[in-house]
């Protein structure tokens, strides 16, 4: 069935250094992705969007990056801050906006 | 502007009991989405409207869960006679008019949901 899944649930960077999360994705009809940070006791804010016509997508400080031929999809974070600590979650849209999430990769960014 | 709301923030109750989640969107998005986020877990949808109908009710777990939205804006989940498993966040989402599935869903804070 469909299903986004994250290769690590948890991720710990030095602050300054760059940041890779990345995703797996099984339903090859999928034409739009999303990434959203979810920090403790909020709702998941949207950073960055890709769809299926394109390859790399660039956003201030973050990059999506898609490889339809492996159905993989990763965020990478330049400069990781200690703001950027939160749980990441992939989403890939399945029909009529319903968004099927992975299971989050938290991200700990060291001083 | 303003995001979208939900209210209340937090809600205990007693299994069995019946509780009711507000979400205000984003004014002038005409989609409305519904999740469920379990302790721990990524986000699990429940149900979508567009306008006042919903298109998409395949995620309500049970009939004990129902959901409606009136006047094209604030919508309203409803579970009856609740249990423990019940106990997550709910969460809520809006989207701009577009071609459905291709805008995108922002988040209000949840409705952290407790049931005892």
């Known amino acids: 069935g469909e299903s986004v899944g994250l290769h690590l649930p948890t991720l710990s960077v030095q602050e300054g250094d760059n940041s890779i999360i990345n995703c797996a994705y099984s339903?090859?009809?999928?034409?739009?992705f999303i990434w959203y940070k979810q920090e403790s006791g909020k709702g998941p804010q949207f950073i960055i969007d890709?769809?299926?016509?394109?390859d790399k997508r660039q956003g201030q400080r973050v990059t999506v990056l898609l490889n339809k031929t492996v159905k993989h999809l990763s965020l990478q974070i330049a400069a990781t801050q200690p703001g950027d600590s939160a749980v990441y979650f992939c989403a890939e849209m399945a029909w009529l906006g319903k968004l099927i999430f992975g299971q989050g990769t938290e991200l700990s960014v060291k001083p | 502007g303003a995001g979208v709301s939900q209210s209340p923030s937090n809600k205990v109750t007693e299994k069995g009991k019946d509780v009711e989640l507000r979400c205000d969107p984003i004014s002038g998005h005409t989609a409305l989405y519904w999740y469920r986020q379990s302790l721990g877990q990524g986000l699990e949808f429940l149900i979508y409207?567009?306008?006042?109908?919903?298109?998409?009710k395949s995620g309500l777990p049970s009939d004990r869960f129902s959901a409606e939205r009136t006047g094209g804006s604030v919508s309203t989940l409803t579970i009856q006679r609740t249990q423990q498993e019940d106990s997550a966040v709910y969460l809520c989402?809006?989207?701009?008019?577009?071609?459905?599935?291709?805008?995108?869903?922002?988040f209000g804070p949840g409705t952290r949901l407790l049931v005892l």
């Open positions: 989402a809006s989207s701009p008019p577009g071609l459905a599935g291709e805008e995108t869903q922002y």
């Open positions: 409207f567009q306008g006042n109908s919903a298109p998409d």
């Open positions: 890709i769809r299926s016509n394109m």
């Open positions: 339903n090859s009809a999928s034409d739009y």
